[in-house]
């Protein structure tokens, strides 16, 4: 720590902070832990889906206020206030998918207004809604994409390390599509994934999951392959997997193999040192899972965690640095789907049922001032996921990536405090985010649950400012 | 023949240092030896001396011992018979040239042991005079070492004239041991054999007796380089060695051995090359 | 009982230092729990239980009484697998090998690791003579003036402390000067021993290269590639290089001699069945192996040359000859060792090794010699080099030691 960043978190520091402005850092909710208070369900007129799929996991809700000029009542000054909750509730989900027109985002009003203030800390709002593509008219379609302003300012006015997320279903999406994505949403393991949308279908054939299936554990029996695992944000994904019962495969640069042989051995998994560029790299990583878990053992779900930068000013930026950022975030993760996704005489390669994950940015998302290479990588990494879930439209494996956002790592460390003090705070939350709530994203676009969330970019960034 | 019976081997250390400062009275010219027999009977041999003293030496302690080791229990007697009044040499000036022993059958270190040394053998030397103290050792009646220490009196006249001697053969061939010979050596072989002539503990006792600096003892370099051949001397040898040159402490030299039809060939040599010790291994 | 074959399934070692270097601090244990830690990763056998490990150290503390013991309890093995300490100078990791296969073929181990260890910057220091004499008789004594007489008897220079000897207890030669003598007598030259030096380099540069090690070698303490690998040096920078060993006139010099190192290896050692049935890959098998010594102390023979005396036993027995061999490994603990070995071979009437087939992954002049590691990475070099050349080939390895010691091994392809 600086002298600079140890003043800044001293007592006396923390008081010149809030003076000039920048907020206190709310602790946020974190790991497999639902709310505190109650889980309220507003279902609006035309919904349904949501109820059943809060049955489905085991949540009895209850019914949230309305903010109607007659429920409202004077305060001291006369005033008039929106009904209170007595007790804080834990999340507010809305189950806005009947919602067409213009008149019924008054519900959404109606039942977020006594909420805003009396939310829970790390409290939650879920709005679910149809996907534009799904409904007819201009005024439905319209106000789809105004129920997505709506999520992403309640996300900026919430306090407290409180989220609020948008789900977009299709039409015909199932309780069961859309359990894994409510249980994440509703949980800690959300806990910097906030003012997002993102899309919920119904799962492919042969996507369903299987009557042993523990949502708790839901990696149990399962091999999951990180790369650039040996540290940060790869190795809480591999932890993260480890937790819920995979078997982990973890893969890093040999330079790096020892750092990850602990990582491997702490997990009870195993190791692969590889530079992921080199041309067999797929193959030897199909090898290598065949040789720790047998010819007949499939990949569950892979990782692509490694990446690099060589961050220049374009006017600085010569080729070498161009192609080796391309390379590693890009090109490799190419390359070994395409040889993971075939099946090998030897196995080791994805199962015909499987999960892709790879990792953008919020530099790809938005252009990051000295990153032309690495945000054309990200941004490449989105067009990929996008472009390969259309092309496995009749294979039951999903790709979807994560855009991180400010994550406290060692390499985020290296940055000078000021400016990583600015990175920090440029978000609802006013914080960096942990490794572990990438990997606990990334854990949840994999779950077996999850088929229904395909072709998907999730930012994990607490909706930062940059690219929002 | 007279006989003198001591009790148990006597101390050499106060012997050597009072025989070392009696410098006068001894003539200079010498026609016979006294035929006096020093003798101890029923020695007991000290296990944790000899353990030392392999230690020092090189030798793997067990329990048949090395002759070079009844040499050393003999040496008190030595210098008692030396130290008799009647006897001719002062031990100022006396150099160890030559030794020869012989094991004639297994020794070990519970044998009790008889011990006696003899003088014989004054010669015309072109040095001096040469002369022996022959030594033996007796198991239950049976002679089972044999040794005969060649000492050079410089200066002393003895009549006759001196006749060319059989000095032992370069075993020819290159060395191939190494030894290093700390500063201490001569202390620490001082402790365990009792010989504590002060040209091997100090250097400054050293050039006071005319040598530039400290030297080892000879008959630990005898000693050592039997513990070299330990493994190939069968169980009784003859082994005669020659100390052709002082040793200098601290120093490093070098060991050659050669094996032929007659026996072990062996040299201990400076770093320059030239012998310090010749000896050879013969089975009789 | 049905035939079993022992497998060696896969190799890890940390990469080698130089003594002094960036591995000072790091014991012996430390090391080889490191190295065992990467292969335990490598085939994901964290909390499993192992036959056996069997590993051993040149250079050895007091406190290492059970050096291998302690490395399994600190990796991540489980805590249930037994270890042994083997100790057989340069021997020891090429030993432990042939214990652990003999093991496995005899149906005592269903699987094992084999290796060794050695720090020449932890190396023990022992108190001099005087002082342990004086301490074990203080030890001894029961009473406080008796212990106080004991040390009283200390005097300054006892309290110097011994480093340990690197000379043959019996000749007080050191290896470099041995192996001087061993070059004058089968007439080594300054140039063939540079030459073998420089290849030694290239090729264990160009095998790093080419990523050959990314799976046998786990990085250390931020170590990532051998260091004591120069792979731009020149036969000129070689040859500028004074003697070191045999005098004005010798022939040998840093260059073509292998420096104090410090470093760990082991291998993972398997019957066929087993390996067969947990879908680990065999590599090679251990075929057989054969341990000699020379008299080396009457000066008649060469202390580095004992496998002059293993090998045509070894060859005897199975039926072979030097031409049956796809792959040589002669450990450089010298370039003249090698050269000498080969002409000794030649004398010997075992025939002509094709250059082309030794050490063609370099080997210690190049990669550094931690004692009793460097038997271990030759195995795993081996191995791995033999699986790359196929089921059949064959690989013959010789290993020289201090004390003229000796131990060839062969191994086959699968």
Partial sequence: MSLVENLFHSSLGKKVAAKVGLPESPTLRRGRVGPLGEILLAELPGGGVVAATLAAIGVTPGVPLRDTPD???PDEKGRPQPPRYERRPGALVIDATGVRTIAALEDLRQVLRPIMKRLERSGRVIVVATDARDVNGLEAKAVAQGIDGINRTVAKELREGATANLIVVRADAQPGDLASTLSFLLQGRSAFVDGQTWRVAPCKPGDTVDADYDPARPFA??????TGAARGIGAAIAATFARDGAGIVVVDIPAAGDALAAVANDLRGSALQLDITAPDAGERIAAHVAQVHGPHARIWAIVHNAGITRDRLLANLDEAQWGAVLHVNLGAEIAMNEVLLTDRPGGGGLGERSRIVGIASTSGVAGNKGQTNYAASKAGVMGLVWAESAALADRPTTINAVAPGFIETDMTAAIPFVQREVFRRTNSLSQGGLPVDVAETIAYLCDPASGGVDGQVVRVCGQNLVGA | MAEVLYPDLPAGGPLLLRSLVRVGGRPRRVSALPPTVVRVRGHRQDVARLARYDEVCGYTLRDAVSPTWIHVLTFGLQLALMSQRDFPFGLAGLVHVSNDMTLLAPIHVADPLDLSVRASGLAPHRRGATFDLLGEAQVDGQVVWQGRSTYLARGV???GEPEPRMRAKDPGVRDSQAWRL?????????????DVNPIHLSALAA??????????????????ALAALEGRLGTTYRVAVDFTKPIPLPGRVGFAAQEDGDGIRFAVRSRSGTACLLGDVTHP | MTERTAVIVGGNRIPFVKAGGAYAQASSIAMLSAALDGLVARFGLAGTTIGEVVAGAVLKHSRDINLTREAVL?????????????????GTGLEAVIYAANKIRLGQADTAIAGGVDSASDAPIVVGEGLRRALLRANRSRTLPQRLAALSSLRPADLMPVPPAVVEPRTGLSMGESQALTNARWEISREAQDELALTSHQRLADAWDSGFFDDLVTPYLKVTRDGLLRPDTTLEKLAKLKPVFGGAHGTMTAGNSTALTDGAAVVLLADRGYADAHHWPALASVVDAQVAATDYVTGEEDLLLAPTRALPVLLERQGMTLADFDVIEIHEAFAGTVLATLAAWEK???????????????SSLAAGHPFAATGGRIVATTAKRLHQCGPGSRGLISICAAGGIGVVAILEGC
């Fill in chain 1, 71 to 73: 429920s409202r009542t």
């Fill in chain 1, 221 to 226: 029996g399962r091999i999951v392959v990180v």
């Fill in chain 2, 157 to 159: 006249a003895v009549p």
């Fill in chain 2, 182 to 194: 700390p500063a201490d050596l001569g202390r620490r072989y001082a402790a365990v054999s009792g």
């Fill in chain 2, 207 to 224: 050039r006071a007796f005319g040598f530039p600096s400290m030297i080892v003892h000879g008959m630990w370099t005898h000693a050592r």
């Fill in chain 3, 74 to 90: 600190g990796s991540a093995l489980s805590p249930h697998t037994p270890a042994c300490d083997l100790q057989q100078a340069c």
């Fill in chain 3, 348 to 362: 010997s009437g075992l025939g002509t090794v094709d250059r082309a087939k030794l050490n063609v992954l370099g």
